[in-house]
């Protein structure tokens, strides 16, 4: 008998197999083999030993099938047993079904259905589909990941993008390896004077006058290295620009790159040129007069505005004069401005009378800043006209609360008196609330200096002693700089 090929299985006679033999063959080519009739009884259960993860089922034997089905898999067992109950071959002789045994182990079985001597009896031969579902959970898993891993790439890349593209100077991605262009933003691309598009892929050593690749990327590589050095000088080759470049040298995935800004060297001093300019013009142009003095209040520089409230001819006339000449109480406003000025910085919404050169007074209000510059020190002061204020300002301002005005308790204690004391009484005690308050003012203006307050005040300074203490204001300050 020929047993090549097919031929073996085409005889006549069927090679015989005996019971034994044929548990045998069923039991190592199904993971599982079950006996069932055609209502769903299980007759026999045979488990691969070759397979031990599905573990003892001998408990299925003599009930019915459906208990140890998922819901979702019972239609196609059904159809399948009435097929072969009504003797009529089925579309389809596989079935993929999920099994559950002892309410929380479920694992899939692909079976094949197939006949038997006894048309009561089939044999179904099963093969456990968990190995297939893992490997298909964790390609699931891995494309999961995959995709998360992707949205995060093209969230840090849209970052980054937006960065290179909002920051104001110019930024370029070398690879140290090849030399070439990796990325730039569009300052860069507009400084060496070519699209995004060319600039990127090409080396970067040709974009600069004079250079060699090896020397030039080397120079920057060793120049982010070393803190004390400067910045690598180059000449632009497109534009013939001057420019500074700041390399700063990273690793990104093992490979060695260079972030270099890249600075033009008329970049600080075009800058500072601007803000010299308009600071300039606003000195000539502004409708505020502006003072700069030595630190002794001496004119230095004065603007046309100043000029034009002292009635000055030129320049020429004020230079050189003190400041103090020109205020109302001369250097006691002087030094109320200066000292508060050196002391803090500045002082601000000083009120005091400006006089001009030929006597005449107009009401203004000052600031003044403190200066210190290369080793020089002194004031500048800003003068506002005021008197058309005092025209239009409602003469009850004088009352309202404020600093250096009456307060709301002295003005209420004032009311109070009203109906329980003579007019003459109450003009007098609002006058010595308002006479207490300019006192007060006054001493806090000159830093507690009296003889200055005094003057301020028009007072003497044995008038100004009787004053404090008639309302208790020697004890509030121990210090005095009475000199």
């Given at each position: 008998m020929n047993t090549r090929g097919s031929d073996f299985w085409d005889q006549p006679s069927a090679p015989t197999i005996g019971p034994e033999q044929f548990n045998e063959i069923v039991t190592t080519a199904a993971d599982l083999a079950l006996v069932l009739d055609t209502e769903g009884t299980v007759k026999s259960?045979?488990?691969?030993?070759?397979?031990?993860?599905?573990?003892?089922?001998?408990?299925?034997?003599?009930?019915?099938?459906?208990?140890?089905?998922?819901?979702?898999?019972?239609?196609?067992?059904?159809?399948?047993?009435?097929?072969?109950?009504?003797?009529?071959?089925?579309a389809v002789d596989a079935i993929e079904v999920n099994h559950f045994d002892n309410a929380n182990w479920e694992f899939p079985i692909r079976y094949t259905v197939h006949k038997t001597s006894n048309p009561d009896i089939i044999l179904m031969l099963g093969r456990d589909l968990r190995p297939i579902a893992e490997l298909q959970h964790r390609l699931v898993k891995a494309q999961l990941a995959l995709e998360k891993d992707y949205e995060t790439h093209r969230d840090y890349e849209t970052r980054y993008r937006v960065i290179m593209e909002a920051v104001r100077d110019a930024m370029v991605l070398v690879d140290v390896a090849s030399g070439r262009i990796v990325d730039l933003n569009s300052a860069a691309a507009q400084m060496l004077g070519a699209e995004i598009d060319t600039l990127t892929g090409s080396a970067f050593t040709q974009e600069f006058d004079g250079r060699r690749r090896g020397e030039f990327i080397e120079g920057l590589v060793v120049a982010s290295g070393d803190g004390t050095g400067g910045p690598i000088t180059a000449t632009t080759r497109r534009g013939k620009i001057d420019v500074s470049l700041h390399p700063i040298v990273f690793r990104a995935a093992g490979d060695k790159s260079l972030l270099c800004r890249i600075e033009s060297a008329k970049s600080h001093e075009t800058v500072a040129v601007e803000l010299s300019n308009t600071l300039a013009q606003l000195y000539r142009e502004g409708p505020d007069a502006i003072v700069i003095t030595d630190a002794h209040g001496t004119i230095r520089s004065a603007n046309d505005a100043f000029l034009n409230l002292t009635d000055a001819g030129s320049l020429a006339d004020v230079r050189g004069r003190s400041l103090a000449e020109f205020l109302a109480r001369a250097s006691v406003d002087l030094k109320v401005l200066t000292d508060n000025a050196a002391r803090s910085g500045k002082m601000r919404m000083y009120a005091t009378r400006l006089e001009g050169a030929y006597g005449s007074q107009l009401s203004v209000e000052m600031s003044a800043t403190h200066l210190s510059a290369a080793g020089a020190t002194g004031f500048a002061f800003v003068i506002r006209d005021t008197s058309r204020m005092e025209v239009v300002r409602e003469p009850s301002a004088a009352v309202m609360p404020g600093p250096g005005t009456m307060s709301d308790d002295a003005m209420r204690n004032v009311m109070d008196l009203v109906g329980?004391?003579?007019?003459?009484?109450?003009?007098?005690?609002?006058?010595?609330?308002?006479?207490?308050?300019?006192?007060?003012?006054?001493?806090?203006?000159?830093?507690?200096?009296?003889?200055?307050?005094?003057?301020?005040?028009?007072?003497?300074?044995?008038?100004?002693?009787?004053?404090?203490?008639?309302?208790?204001?020697?004890?509030?300050?121990?210090?005095?700089?009475?000199?």
């Open positions: 259960v045979i488990v691969n030993p070759l397979n031990p993860t599905l573990g003892r089922l001998d408990h299925w034997k003599d009930r019915d099938i459906r208990e140890f089905m998922a819901e979702d898999s019972l239609s196609k067992l059904e159809a399948q047993l009435e097929a072969h109950r009504d003797g009529k071959k089925t329980s004391a003579p007019l003459k009484d109450i003009v007098a005690a609002t006058t010595d609330v308002v006479e207490k308050m300019c006192i007060e003012t006054a001493v806090e203006l000159t830093d507690n200096n009296r003889v200055a307050a005094a003057e301020m005040l028009g007072l003497s300074r044995q008038s100004l002693y009787v004053k404090l203490r008639k309302y208790g204001l020697l004890s509030r300050s121990d210090r005095s700089t009475d000199s």
